[in-house]
C-alpha cells in the first residue's frame, strides 16, 4: 500500500507522466524495451543488488564477475546482440553492477587502432572470452597528461620482438579496470624507441596472465590497487612489466607501423581517433552521470513528501518537507538540472552522429568544435550533477546518511565522473582555448563555428525586464546568459593580451588566466544548455500538460542559475539591482509552482525500486518499514567477538586490574 | 628520506614553522603535552589505524571497543586523568576512532539532568565501567524537532512506575551510538503522561541489556542499524520499547519531578540545559571539522609538490601541480579558511567561557547571543570545511579517490557534521531570527548584544577602494562584510513586513523568505569570521614572520569570500564593477604569494603520519611507493573464489554451452 502522503501527490499531477516518461526515452517503443529489459534482467536473482551495501569489496567483485559471465548467457537465452536495441539499456538496468566493462574497451581500441590482420586475429578470441582484456593507459604518475606516460616499448629487430618496462615506480600502470585480478591481456600505451629515438606513445597488445592456470606472465607484476570510495566491484589494477618481450605484431599498427629493420612508418589520419575520445566523453553522460542524478532527485523528493517535521502553521499537523521554501530550494533546481542535462544530451548525440558522418565522408571541420564540446559538457554537467547529487544526499538529514537510501553510493561513484575521462578542471581550460581563438577570430571578422558564433554578435547593453515576469521569457535570460558568456571571455582575452604585451611570456600570461578562463568556459556552457531547453521547450506539442511544467522547468533551470551567480549578471551593469530583485521574486514563486508537480516529474524517469534500491525512495514511500527491515539483515547484527574479548571482562570486572 | 620536490618547499619558509604550532596549540607547553600524548598513543599497537582502509564495519566496530578497553588501562598507567591537561589531545590522537562517545554522554547527561541522588547512584557505576551508557533521543520519525518525539512514557501512580512504549514505527529510537550492539543502559527521551495528560519531552534511564549475559531486557527490541557512510566504528543503533517498566526514580529530575501521587514539580532553571546544547555545538569544532579540514589541506598540498604534471613552459621539465593557477585557487582558500576558522573557534571558545561564568551567577542575558552564534557558526563552518575536504579530495585527482589517500575517510566523516547536533539549515534559521530580531530592536533603537550592534551603525553608501592594493587593507574588506551582512538582513526584515502588511500570515511570510534568511544568515557570521581574523593577526607578535604571512592568509580568506560571490558585494552598488575587478587581481597575486608557503603552513598543524593515515600526505613525500606498498596488502590481493567459479570455466570454455 503506498504511503497517502506520497499517493495524494500523484493524484495532483498537472500532466500525464507516461508521456513524460516516453518523451524521455524517445517514443513509446522505446519505453516498452527498455521497461521489457528491465523486467528481465531484476526479475534474475543472480543480476540482485538487494545485498550490495552489506557486501565487501572481495563479494562484490566476485558477484560483478557472476553478474558478467551469466550476462553472456542471458543475451544469448534473450537473442540480445550487441547491435540490437535493446543493448543500450542492459547496463542501465544493471545499474553498471557488472564485470568486463574493460573488456569492450579492449575490443574497442583493438577495432579502431589495429590493422586488418589484427582485427582477425584477436576480435574472434575475445568475443568467444577466450582471453580476457583490459586497458592500460593510466600510469602511478601519469593521467590525463599522456605525453608524460614513462613506460618504454623498445624495438629489437634481432629478434623482432618490443621489450617492454617500466622503468621508474612512477611509470608503473595504476587504474586500469578488470586488470587486478581478472585479465589475461590488456593494451599497454607505452613510449616507442626504435634505435634509441622516441616515436611517442603507441599501443601494444601484451598478455599478462596464463590462460591455463591465471598465473602471472614472465615478467609480469600485477594485482589490485586496493580499496576506494566506490567500484568495489571493479579489480582496478597495477602492472609492473620488466624486460616483457612481445612480438613484433602486438603493436597496433592501423596508423603507424615498425616495419621488420625497425623502419617507422606512419599511414592514414589519426583525427578519427581524437574524435573517439570526444564521443567517449559524451557517451558517459547518460549513464554514469544523468542516472545518478535522477535516482538522487526521485530518491530525495519521494522521500520529502513523506517525511513530515516541524510546523508550518502553529496547532496543525506537522508539514512535508518539501513544503519548506529551503528544502524545495534545495531540491527543485537538481531536478530542473537533471531535465536540462537530459535534453543537452540528445543535443550533442545530434551533433555528434553529425560530425561522424562528416568525417566519415573526410571532412574533419567540425572536429575542434565537437572537442571543445565535449570537454566542457563532459566537466560542466558532471560538476553540476555530482553537487546535486550531494545535495540530494544532505537534504534528507541522517537518513540520507545510511548506505540503505542508496544516496552515498550513488554520491560516491558520480564523484569519479568529474575524474576519469579528463579532468574536469583540464577539459574546461581546453574549451576555453578554443573560445579564446574564436573569439580572436571572430574579432578579426573571420568565420567560427555554429555554436561560438554567437560570440561575434553584437551585445545589448541592458537587460530589458521591467518585471518579474519578464524574467520567465526565454528570450531574456538566454540573452542574459550569452551577455555573460561573451564577457567572460573578451574580459579573459583582453587580460591575456594586456599581459603579452606587458612582457609577461606566453605560457605564464596563460597560466595567470585560468581561473577566469574557467569561469568563461563555464558560462560558455551554461548558455548553450539554457538555450537548447528553451528552444527544446518550444518544440514539445503543447498537449497533456508536458511543455507547460517543461516551461516551468526551463525557468527554474535558468533562474537558479542567475540567482546563484548574480555577480557575473551584475559585474557590468547588464541587469540592474531591481532587475535582479525581480529574478529572485520569480525564481521563488516558481518554486512554489514545481514543488505540486515534483513528484510525478520524478516519476516519469521511471526507475523501478530495485534499480533504485533505495530505503527512503521506493515507489509506495514506506520509508521507516524498510529501514527497519534492511537493518535487521545488516552482519553487524550478527555476534560480535567484541562482547566476549572485550565488554563482558569490562562488565564482570574481570580485565586485568585497571 | 624526503622527497627533493617536498624538501625544497620547507627551505624558503619565510616564518617560523615550530612558532606558528605553538601559536595553533596556545603556547609551547601546550604543543609539548600534545605531542606527549601523540607519541604515547601512537606508540602503542592497539591503537594503530593502519589496516583501517581494509577492514569491514564489523571489524572497525570490534576494534573500536577494543581500543576503548585499552584506552582505560593507558589513562591508568600514564596518570591522565579526565580534568588533567592531556585529555582534550587522546580523542584528537586517537582520530576519534575509539568506541564509548556516548558513554560519556550518558555520563553527562546524568550530571546536568539529574538529581543529586540520581548523579550519586549512576556516576559511580558508569565511571567504573559497571554498565555501558547510551543517550536515546532521535527516533526514525524525527531529529532536530525534538516536540514531535513520539516515544511515550506514562506514569502507573499504582506501581509507582513509568511504562515506556515506542507505539508506532516512527517512534523507534534510530541512530543512538554505542546503542546498538554495546550499551547496557540509555537515556531514553520520551513525552511524559500522567493521568492522560502530555507534559512534553523529559528524559528516563532504562536498562536495555542484562548484565550478565548481555541479552535483551523484557519489552526491549535493539540492534545495529546498518552501514553508513562512514562511522562504520560506531554501532549506531535502534530501539523499540514494549511496556517496559522503570522505578520513578529513573526520570532524571534535577528540573522537574513527578510525585508518589502523580503531582508533576517543575523546579530550578532549565536555561542552564539550553546553554550546554550550545556548547556541545562549539566543542564539536575543534576535533571533528576543523582537524579533518586541516589533515585534507596537509594531504592535498604535499601532494601538489610532489606530484609534477604536464608543462607551464614548453622545453622545461613537467611543472608541481601547485603551480598552476587552478589548482592554487583550489587549495589555498581552503588552507586560508582553516586558519580563519580556527581563531573563530578561540574567539567562540573564549566568549563562551565568559557566557558560563555569567550563567553561574545566575545572570542569563547572554544565552540569546550565544545560541545564535553557536547556531550559525556551527552549521558556516561545518558547511565550509566539508567543501574544503571534498575540493582537497578532487584537487588530488585519481589518488585522491583510493582510500588510501586517506581523504575519502575525511570527507565521508565530516559530511556527518552538516546533519549532527542540529541540521545547519534549520541552525541558520535560528540565527537569523535572532538577527531579525534584533535588527527590529536596533532600528527602534533599542539595545542589543554586542555581535550584532553593528546592525544599527550607519552604512557607508561605496567602498572607497581606489587601487587594487586597497582591497589588502582589512578595513576596506571588513566594512564590505558589514555592508553586504546589513543589507541581506535589513532587505528581508523588510520583505517579511511587507509580505505581512499585505494580509499574508505571518508563519507563511517566514517560509516565503527563509531561503533569503539563510543567506542573511551566513553573511553574519562570515563578516564576524573575516572581522575576528583581522583583530587576531593585529594582536599576534611581528616577530617571526608570523604576522606576516598570518596576514596574507587574513586577506586571502576575505578576497576570497568576495571573488567567490561577487553579487552580494554588487547589488546595490557599494562595490563597483571596478572595484570588483581590484578584488580579483589582490585576490590571484595573493595566491602566487601563499603558495611559496603553503608547505610550512601546511607543516603547522603537525600532524603525525599515523594521525594522517595518507599514503599522499607523508612528511616524506614518498607517494608513490607508499601506494605500491599498501595496495599490496589489500584484501582484493588475495585468491578470489571468482577464479574458480566463473573466470576459469569461461577461459577454458567449461562453462555450460552458451
Not at 128 to 142: C, D, M, R, V, W
Not at 216 to 222: H, Q, R, Y
Not at 343 to 366: A, C, H, S, V, W
Not at 444 to 454: E, F
Request: aromatic letters at 10%.
Amino acid at each position: 500500500s503506498v504511503n497517502p502522503d506520497l499517493a495524494s501527490e500523484r493524484q495532483t499531477a498537472s500532466f500525464s507522466v507516461e508521456k513524460l516518461t516516453a518523451l524521455l526515452d524517445g517514443g513509446t517503443e522505446q519505453t516498452q524495451i527498455r521497461r521489457a529489459v528491465v523486467e528481465v534482467i531484476e526479475s534474475d536473482p543472480v543480476f540482485s543488488r538487494e545485498n550490495q551495501y552489506f557486501q565487501t569489496q572481495n563479494e562484490r567483485y566476485e558477484a560483478a564477475v557472476r553478474k558478467a559471465v551469466h550476462l553472456q548467457r542471458k543475451m544469448h537465452e534473450m537473442g540480445w546482440t550487441e547491435n540490437g536495441p535493446e543493448y543500450k539499456y542492459i547496463y542501465r538496468a544493471l545499474s553498471g553492477d557488472v564485470a568486463f566493462l574493460l573488456h569492450r574497451v579492449f575490443m574497442r581500441s583493438i577495432s579502431v587502432l589495429g590493422s586488418d590482420k589484427q582485427i582477425a586475429k584477436w576480435i574472434p578470441l575475445a568475443s568467444q572470452h577466450k582471453l580476457i582484456g583490459s586497458y592500460a593507459q593510466t600510469e602511478l604518475g601519469h593521467g590525463t597528461y599522456l605525453q608524460g606516460l614513462e613506460t618504454t616499448a623498445v624495438f629489437d629487430s634481432a629478434t623482432q620482438e618490443f621489450i617492454l618496462n617500466t622503468p621508474k615506480i612512477s611509470a608503473m600502470k595504476w587504474w586500469p579496470g578488470d586488470m587486478g585480478r581478472s585479465a589475461t591481456h590488456t593494451v599497454v600505451f607505452a613510449q616507442l624507441y626504435i634505435h634509441g629515438k622516441c616515436y611517442g606513445i603507441h599501443p601494444f597488445i601484451v598478455q599478462i596472465r596464463s590462460l591455463q592456470d591465471h598465473s602471472l606472465c614472465p615478467g609480469i607484476t600485477a594485482g589490485d590497487i586496493g580499496p576506494k570510495m566506490n567500484f568495489e566491484h571493479i579489480d582496478n589494477g597495477y602492472l609492473l612489466l620488466k624486460n616483457v618481450r612481445i612480438p613484433r605484431e602486438n603493436m597496433l599498427s592501423k596508423f603507424c607501423e615498425v616495419r621488420p629493420d625497425g623502419t617507422y612508418v606512419r599511414q592514414g589520419s589519426q583525427k578519427i581517433n581524437y574524435f573517439t575520445m570526444t564521443t567517449v566523453r559524451i557517451s558517459l553522460i547518460s549513464d554514469e552521470v544523468l542516472a545518478p542524478l535522477m535516482k538522487a532527485c526521485t530518491i530525495a523528493i519521494r522521500y520529502s513528501v513523506v517525511r513530515r517535521q516541524s510546523k508550518l502553521k502553529p496547532g496543525e499537523q506537522e508539514a512535508k518537507i518539501l513544503d519548506y521554501q529551503t528544502q524545495q530550494e534545495k531540491l527543485l533546481p537538481q531536478l530542473a538540472a537533471a531535465y536540462a542535462f537530459h535534453f543537452i544530451n540528445d543535443y550533442l548525440q545530434e551533433l555528434f552522429n553529425r560530425g561522424y558522418r562528416e568525417i566519415q565522408r573526410k571532412n574533419f571541420d567540425m572536429l575542434p568544435e565537437l572537442h571543445a564540446l565535449s570537454s566542457g559538457f563532459k566537466a560542466v554537467i558532471t560538476h553540476h550533477c555530482t553537487a546535486g547529487v550531494e545535495i540530494c544526499l544532505r537534504a534528507c538529514g541522517g537518513h540520507g546518511y545510511s548506505l540503505l537510501s542508496g544516496l552515498p553510493s550513488l554520491y560516491t561513484k558520480i564523484l569519479a565522473s568529474c575524474i576519469y575521462e579528463g579532468e574536469n578542471t583540464i577539459l574546461l581550460l581546453q574549451t576555453a582555448r578554443f573560445l579564446i581563438k574564436c573569439f580572436m577570430a571572430a574579432s578579426a571578422g573571420q568565420p567560427v563555428p555554429p555554436s561560438v558564433a554567437y560570440l561575434a554578435e553584437v551585445q545589448h547593453g541592458r537587460c530589458p525586464a521591467k518585471n518579474k515576469l519578464d524574467f520567465l521569457s526565454p528570450d531574456i535570460y538566454t540573452e542574459a546568459y550569452q551577455h555573460v558568456a561573451v564577457r567572460l571571455t573578451s574580459s579573459t582575452a583582453a587580460k591575456l593580451q594586456d599581459l603579452i604585451q606587458s612582457g609577461v611570456k606566453k605560457h605564464d600570461a596563460w597560466n595567470q588566466c585560468t581561473v577566469q578562463l574557467v569561469q568563461a568556459a563555464k558560462a560558455h556552457c551554461h548558455y548553450i544548455a539554457v538555450k537548447n531547453f528553451a528552444e527544446t521547450v518550444e518544440k514539445l506539442e503543447t498537449k497533456a500538460g508536458i511543455q507547460k511544467i517543461m516551461k516551468h522547468l526551463c525557468d527554474l533551470f535558468a533562474l537558479h542559475g542567475i540567482f546563484s551567480n548574480t555577480g557575473a549578471f551584475l559585474h557590468d551593469g547588464y541587469t540592474s539591482a531591481a532587475q535582479m530583485d525581480m529574478v529572485a521574486a520569480s525564481y521563488l514563486d516558481l518554486l512554489a509552482v514545481i514543488r505540486k508537480d515534483a513528484v510525478p516529474l520524478v516519476d516519469a524517469f521511471d526507475f523501478t525500486d530495485k534499480s533504485l534500491n533505495s530505503a527512503l525512495g521506493s515507489y509506495d514511500g514506506q520509508v521507516y518499514q524498510r529501514l527497519y527491515e534492511w537493518a535487521q539483515k545488516s552482519p553487524t547484527n550478527q555476534m560480535s567477538p567484541a562482547y566476549e574479548r572485550y565488554l563482558k571482562p569490562l562488565l564482570h570486572n574481570t580485565l586485568s586490574k585497571l
